[in-house]
Structures are given as structure tokens and as C-alpha cells.
């Protein structure tokens, strides 16, 4: 199908029918799902795939007793691993194969990777959840591509899944994604799509000013529009000294300058 | 495109042409990048368009001086509301209208989604940059069935992002992406695709059992696997009792009864 098409065309569904999905499906599923990209390339992802009646409600209990989980045929638990530089040494040596860096290159940007593991995990949960968010959002177009519905679920008990699967430190369950094919009968398929923000709504052009209440809410009793304009002075300018609080990482200027010949390796052309 | 196509197309592209990306196509490819789903379909996002040259001088700064921020027409920074709530009465009020929940139901769900407002900010953090990295890869879909290269980027400076955009409290810079035509001598079109991590490397059938370091890694000086195998009383059986330390919601059986009737609401059908 058309991206145009698939992208409206895939919804959330929450009701599957009895049939089974089957193993090559789901690994052409995830084989497609594997080419989004990644911080450094670095792939942190991982998939359990929950087919079994047992599992699937040993899945279900620590997912709040959401039906769809043993609805479903399948259930997959994407993991994000949280050592970023767990798959360093593959992920460089391809890159200097190809020809996308040098060995220097190569070297300065395993020490940007490696200085990522001191990150807080509150910090690295949040890196694993970006990247491995990209390769869920890619697995589900890749099923709706053969007629696999899908549903991701943010709403379970991350810790009592880690016990009760017996995962292993160092990995994170970032999301569950039921896998199926749609009942006939699915309110997500047979009723109008739920409601999108509108895209006017979302996008700023070079200036963010989003409404900060939900003011276009279609609904009795909504909150006053309680945002005020901000005065001149208070827009942050070139000209106002800032006092950066670095977030991710320090502001030494020696690992900013390795950061950016790490970025801007030899092998890249720079033409501005 | 077929996305099964689009789907190996698609590559990260670090260099660009000169061409200008017209406002109408970064709407078109945002139109179709808001149809990405999120949790209780609250759309926590929100898009910046940085296309100004001045505005991208400034984003380069705070982007640790990446190339490819000036060197791409525009940069976006994709945000995620950290306020759960942000959206809800619209969100609630669709779903009602539409017939996918009764106003019991809805009141139980708002219940449970205003109950996410007294999460950390780490774990809201964590909660927006899934929704939100759902909604980016969408879009660099979204933009390659039109011609548009784009690149993820999480390396930048978000609390210097923060001030220099002057961005309200409660937004999460969540990545940046570039957006443009490739330049056609870029590396990421001409040399052979990044690898990665084997489908049958990252895929789990039923029991969780990952390779926790990088054996396979084709490089010299790699380290053993040192994992060894568990002996059968360390792993997780339903029969041990368990400690569970909730992390996303308190134990209190209140609040998962509360949960598992607005999950399931009325509208929904349980079938097994």
C-alpha cells in the first residue's frame, strides 16, 4: 500500500479475531521493523514475542488485566537496553567498512558512546525509549502493510513484567504492541477515527508558542485561556548572557569539541 | 511508495542539497505524521519548524554545532507535553461521541489520566518521548514518500534549547530532525546501508533470553560472553511469590479495578 494510504489506514485495534498470525509473518514483520534508525545506530532494541495461552496471561496480570492482551494472538514486549554502548564495537567497525568514518573518527565517537554510559538512568531509560519507540512505530506500519493490526499499550507494571519474565538487569520494557488481525466487529475499525489535533494547532513556525490550555476543547465547563503574553523581555535573545544548566552533557568545552569531530568525521563532507 | 519499499529507502541523510522545502510540503508531511497513535490518543506533541537562517544558527549552537543543521533547509524540534492531562477533555469527549465509550466510562479514564499528572517528572518524560518518537518516525515516512531526506538527532543541549527558544514550562525537547532533499553525493544515499542487528539477534519467541554483550561483534579484542546460564530456581515461575515493586501505579487494587473498567469500557468487547 501507498505510505499515503497505510498511514490513515492504520489505527489501534483493540478486538482480534481467532486466527492465528504466524512465525514467518512475524519476523518479516520485525525484519522490516529493524530498518528505523537509531541514536548512533546503536539499535538498543530487543522483542519478546508472547504467544503462548500461558504467557500471554502471565503478560495479561501485569498489564492491568487488559483484554486484548490474550485477545490477541500475540502480544510483543519491545525492550530498550539501557548500557547505550552495548553494541558499540559492531555498530563502529561497519561504519569504518563502508566508508562513512575513519579509524580517528571511529575513536572519538566510541568515546562520545562509552561517556553516555555515566548518564543517570533516568537519562538513559529515556535515550532507550526514543530509539526503541522509532523501531515500534515502524513494526506497526509493517504489519498493517500485510493486514496485521496492531495496538501499543503504555499501561502496565514495568517492574513486576521484569520479575515475572526474568529479565535480565540493564533492559527496559518500553512498550507492548498486540499483533493480530482485526475482528469485523472492531469499534476501531468500524467507527469514525478518533480525533487529531490539528496540524495548524501543532506546528510553529520558527517560534514555539503552543496554547498551553486545551482552549479548543468542544466540552462544557473547559478551562479559561489563563496564558498572558510574554513581555519583550522575558523571550530569551542573543543578546541576554544565558546560564546553561547542560542537561546531557557537561559543558566541558574538551568533550564538546570531541562531540562534534565525532559528528563531523572525516569522511563527511562539510560544505557550509 | 509500498511500504515495503519505503521502509529500506529510507535512510538518514546527513548532507543537502540547496534546494528550499516549500511550507506546503512540511504540512502535508506533518497532516500525516499526527495519525501516528499515543497513549489514550493524547498527542502530546508539538512541532517547531526552524528554517530562518538566524533561527538555524541558533539551533546549530545548541546542537553542539551538528553540520547538518545549517546545512538542511530546516531543522524541526519535536516536542512532547509533559502534562498527560494537557489534552483530555477533547480527547474524552471524541471517544464519547463517537461512540467509543459511554460518559462512565470516560469519567473513569479521565480518572486514571489525571492520576498520571502526580507521576515524577522522569517518569513523564519517559511517557512523552514515546508518544512523541511515534509521531517522528511517522514523519520521516511521511517525508520520504515525498522526496524529503531527513535525520533523527538526540545529541543537543535541551536545557540551552529550552532558553534560546524561549519554550514555556512543561515542554520536552524530545529530538531534532532535519529535513531537506539529500545532496547527491551524500553518503548516506551512495555508500552501502548501515548493518543491522539480525532479526533472529533481537527476536525473543516466549522466554526473554537476550545476548547481554556484543559477541558477534566483528572486531578483534572483543570481549567473552560471559553470560552464563541460570540455573532454573532464578528464573521467574508463577509459583514463587513476588514482591512486586509497582513502578507506573501504586498496588492499591482501588486504582487497577479503576484502570482495568476504563480500559475496558462498556463500548468494548470482551470476547474471551
Redesign the interface.
Known amino acids: ?4 494510504d ?3 489506514d ?1 489505527r ?1 485495534v ?2 482480534y479475531a481467532d486466527d492465528d498470525l504466524d ?1 514467518e509473518t ?2 518479516a514483520i ?3 521493523a ?4 537509531s ?1 548512533y ?1 546503536l ?1 538498543p ?8 495461552d500461558a ?1 500471554r496471561e ?1 503478560l495479561q496480570e501485569v498489564a ?4 486484548q492482551v ?2 490477541a494472538p500475540v502480544t510483543l ?1 519491545v ?1 530498550g537496553r539501557l548500557d547505550p554502548a ?6 563502529l ?3 569504518v567498512e ?3 568514518r575513519d579509524e580517528a573518527s571511529a575513536a572519538s565517537t566510541r568515546e562520545s558512546i562509552e561517556a553516555m554510559r555515566e548518564y543517570s538512568e ?1 537519562e538513559r ?3 532507550t ?3 526503541t ?2 523501531a ?3 513494526l ?3 504489519a498493517r ?1 500485510r493486514g496485521v493490526a496492531t ?2 499499550m ?7 513484567l521484569v ?6 538487569d ?2 527496559e520494557p ?2 507492548l504492541v498486540t499483533m493480530g488481525y482485526a ?1 469485523e ?1 472492531a ?1 476501531d475499525e468500524t ?2 477515527r ?4 490539528p ?1 495548524e494547532e ?7 508558542d ?1 496554547e ?3 482552549a ?4 462544557a465547563g ?1 478551562r479559561l485561556n489563563r ?1 498572558r503574553p ?1 513581555a519583550p523581555d ?3 535573545t ?1 543578546l541576554r548572557p ?1 546560564a ?6 557537561p559543558a566541558s568545552t574538551t568533550r ?1 569539541r570531541r ?2 569531530s565525532a ?2 568525521g572525516p ?6
Chains 1, 2 share one sequence.
Not at 569522511?267 to 557550509?272: D, I, K, L, M, V
Request: proline share 5%; aromatic share 12%; glycine share 4%.
Open positions: 500500500m501507498e505510505f499515503t497505510l498511514v490513515e492504520r489501534s483493540h478486538d512465525r512475524i519476523e520485525l525484519r522490516e529493524v530498518y528505523a534508525p541514536s545506530n539499535q532494541w530487543e522483542f519478546l514475542v508472547v504467544g503462548e504467557n502471565r492491568y488485566g487488559q483484554p490474550t485477545d514486549v525492550f552495548a553494541h558499540v564495537d559492531r555498530v567497525a561497519d561504519q563502508k566508508g562513512y533516568a531509560r529515556v535515550w525509549a526514543k530509539s519507540a522509532l515500534a512505530m515502524s506497526m506500519f509493517a502493510e495496538c501499543p503504555g499501561g502496565f507494571d514495568a517492574e513486576a520479575e515475572e519474565f526474568a529479565v535480565p540493564g533492559y518500553v512498550m475482528a466487529d469499534d467507527l469514525p478518533k480525533f487529531r489535533r496540524v501543532v506546528t510553529h513556525f520558527e517560534t514555539f503552543p498551553t490550555t486545551d479548543r476543547a468542544p466540552v473547559r496564558r510574554r522575558q523571550r530569551a542573543r544565558r546553561r544548566r547542560r542537561r546531557l552533557l564538546l562531540y562534534r559528528r563531523a569522511a563527511r563532507s562539510r560544505r557550509r
